[in-house]
């Protein structure tokens, strides 16, 4: 089941956010008829699947990586991102990094940006994986991404 995802969280019926999955449970998602994984984490991630793209690919499903060093998040990294959502369409996403840190920040961001979120929303929907955590380096991005986003400046 594709719940078991470690921190799997169904935002709505398009779009899951979660750590890395296993391939069992990237082929649920498959079967669960996701048609694009997107990947956040890097090949040295903790739990790292080697050779996920092709993994995803002889699932029926695209796959888009977006390597997102955990230390240096940048602009150019959230800018990857929504295109790749821009280029998903309509169907299913499964989102995910190695824990949902990167995942639930970047999608709470373009939520913010394309979606109407108010930044109440985009915070209590990170806080469901951030709540307690202390990374200063994604704080700072965070803020300077909501700033941006704010003034209309990308």
């Not at 990237?26 to 090949?43: H, K, P, Q, R, Y």
């Not at 499903?61 to 800018?79: C, G, K, L, Q, R």
Request: glycine share 6%; aromatic share 12%.
């Amino acid at each position: 089941m594709i719940e078991t995802i470690y921190n799997f969280i169904q935002v709505h019926d398009k779009l899951a956010t979660a750590g890395q999955p296993t391939p069992d449970e990237l082929s649920a998602a498959a079967a669960a008829g996701f048609d694009t994984v997107i990947n956040l984490a890097t090949e040295r991630s903790a739990n790292a699947l080697p050779e996920e793209g092709h993994l995803v690919r002889s699932l029926g499903m695209a796959y888009i990586h977006i390597p997102v060093e955990w230390d240096n998040p940048t602009p150019e990294d959230f800018t990857a991102f929504e295109q790749a959502m821009q280029r998903s369409g309509a169907g299913k996403v499964l989102l995910h990094c190695a824990a949902n840190f990167r995942a639930t920040a970047f999608y709470a961001l373009y939520a913010l940006k394309w979606l109407g979120w108010s930044e109440e929303q985009a915070e209590a929907f990170r806080a469901r994986i951030w709540a307690g955590s202390d990374y200063p380096v994604w704080e700072q991005f965070i803020a300077r991404m909501k700033a941006q986003i704010r003034d209309g400046s990308r």
